[in-house]
């Protein structure tokens, strides 16, 4: 039987240069992930330099559908085929996603952000604070106005929580108001912003959110215990600053506004 209390240490021995930061895009199949991504590497890629990383099972579909995008050079795509369930990929065993940041931070010493996109996954799933210094969260109308109150560590202990497609709610019968609420009061003050990606709506909060992050190290920890996901803990001795002056001790699943170690 799991033991919940146990500490886990990583599979892989995480190496960071202490210039950039590491971003993890989550949320389900269909969301928006790979739009977003796209979208925030034509806005900022002029401000500082950025790397992908993308996962997919089987196939590098989202990483080829960066490229013909043009959002980057080749040579800062990489795309990841996991084998196997998208969170173990980032969150269990992490040595695939880390080598392959660990050689865009080899092969680009300005690196400034890596954008981390994990494969579709369910709600349970949520970056290693191992791997990512903070994460985004995607949800769409499409799935439900219902979402952000089922919980689960992907929409409670993300930094940033996208609700994406807003377009399309009165299409879905979405109350996207009542999202936002559902899931701010689930999220203890991290921020959740509601955007179409595709028509660029709202989109400008997540610009300056990535922005404030990479720039400034800044962001709201995401202290949520809101129906935590007691399956997997993390154990790691990064320091942590953040906006509240604290160090957050006890819960080392969670990231902090940080300079990467």
């Known amino acids: 039987m799991h033991d919940p209390n146990a500490t886990y240490a990583p599979p892989y021995p995480v190496r960071r240069n202490g210039t950039t ?45 960066l490229l013909r995008a043009e959002v980057l050079p080749a040579e800062r795509i990489v795309g990841v085929e996991t084998g196997g ?50 994460a ?9 106005d219902d979402v952000p109150r089922k919980g689960g560590p992907g929409l409670t202990r993300s930094e940033l ?11 879905v019968g979405s109350d996207v108001a009542m999202m936002v609420r559902d899931a701010d009061a689930l999220r203890a003050g991290a921020p959740t912003i509601p955007v179409s990606v595709m028509h660029g709506d709202g989109f400008d909060g997540v610009v300056d959110w990535v922005a404030a992050a990479v720039l400034e190290r800044r962001w709201t920890p995401a202290t949520s215990t809101a129906r935590a996901d007691h399956h997997h803990r993390h154990d790691h001795d990064h320091h942590h600053e953040h906006e509240h002056e604290g160090h957050r001790n006890g819960d080392p699943d969670h990231r902090t506004d940080h300079q990467p170690a």
């Not at 660990?102 to 300005?110: N, T």
């Not at 579709?120 to 604070?129: E, H, Q, R, V, Y």
């Open 21 to 65: 930061i590491r971003i993890g895009v989550g949320g389900p199949v269909g969301s928006g992930k790979t739009a977003l991504v796209a979208e925030l590497c034509r806005r900022l890629a002029d401000r500082f330099p950025i790397a992908v990383v993308t996962n997919d099972i089987y196939t590098r579909e989202d990483a080829e559908a």
């Open 85 to 134: 369930c998208p969170h173990t990929a980032i969150r269990d065993d992490i040595s695939m996603n880390a080598r392959a940041i660990e050689e865009l931070e080899d092969r680009f010493p300005d690196l400034r952000l890596v954008l981390v996109e994990s494969g579709g996954d369910n709600l349970a799933a949520n970056f290693s604070p191992e791997l990512v210094d903070c």
């Open 136 to 144: 985004i969260y995607v949800i769409d109308v499409a799935g439900g």
């Open 161 to 171: 929580l996208v609700i994406n497609k807003v377009d399309l709610a009165p299409l």
